[in-house]
T-cell receptor
């Protein structure tokens, strides 16, 4: 079946604009994660959705960042008033309930100019 | 989640076994050891996980010490395509715990 799909694959935006990044998880996966990876650096946890539980938002770097998920389907990560330091690859992953493996998408490369 | 310690980088000759160590001395009884890797410009890929017994799959073997304070990921016959950053993670399963990546080990497989 299809893996985790992220769109767009690349996004260039002007500083101060808002952007929305989309993640389509694997069907039936209740866990969904967002990460940020700046050039040459490790994965930085942003937010974690698990079923109907309240999401773990402890990794969101500022109130400009927010994420939503409708049920067990699509998630969107929104960055408002983008800054140059938001430039990074944003990775989404999904997994089954209490699952062991998380399956990652190919990411969205965001460039803020 | 418990913290892990891994060497920053390692080299391995192609065809030889790559043994990647990980220390997790504060691991709790309900926490598993997971390994992921990230090949350049790709999303991370799950490799293997275990609780206390050694595990093997088509990609690798995982050896966990009896006290569970450390583990070793073994790639039995490394190839150039195994060049990647390897992450050792400990995490409780079946809870609302997030998956947290450390800095990992950069494995360079050479001819």
């Amino acid at each position: 079946g299809a893996g985790v799909s992220q769109s767009p694959s690349n996004k260039v935006t002007e500083k101060g604009k808002d952007v929305e990044l989309r993640c389509d998880p694997i069907s039936g996966h209740t866990a969904l994660y967002w990460y940020r990876q700046r050039l040459g650096q490790g994965l930085e946890f942003l937010i974690y959705f698990q079923g109907n539980s309240a999401p773990d938002k402890s990794g969101l770097p500022s109130d400009r960042f927010s994420a939503e998920r409708t049920g067990e389907s699509v998630s969107t990560l929104t960055i408002q008033r983008t800054q140059q330091e938001d430039s990074a690859v944003y990775l989404c992953a999904s997994g089954r309930t209490g699952a062991t493996e998380a399956f990652f998408g190919q990411g969205t490369r965001l460039t803020v100019v | 989640d418990a913290k892990t310690t891994q060497p920053t980088s390692m080299d391995c000759a192609e065809g030889r076994a790559a043994n990647l160590p990980c220390n997790h001395s504060t691991i709790s009884g309900n926490e598993y050891v997971y390994w992921y890797r990230q090949i350049h410009s790709q999303g991370p890929q799950y490799i293997i996980h275990g609780l206390k017994n050694n595990e093997t799959n088509e990609m690798a073997s995982l050896i966990i010490t009896e006290d569970r304070k450390s583990s070793t990921l073994i790639l039995p016959h490394a190839t150039l395509r195994d060049t990647a950053v390897y992450y050792c993670i400990v995490r409780a399963t079946g809870t609302a715990s997030k998956l947290t990546f450390g800095t990992g080990t950069r494995l360079q497989v050479t001819l």
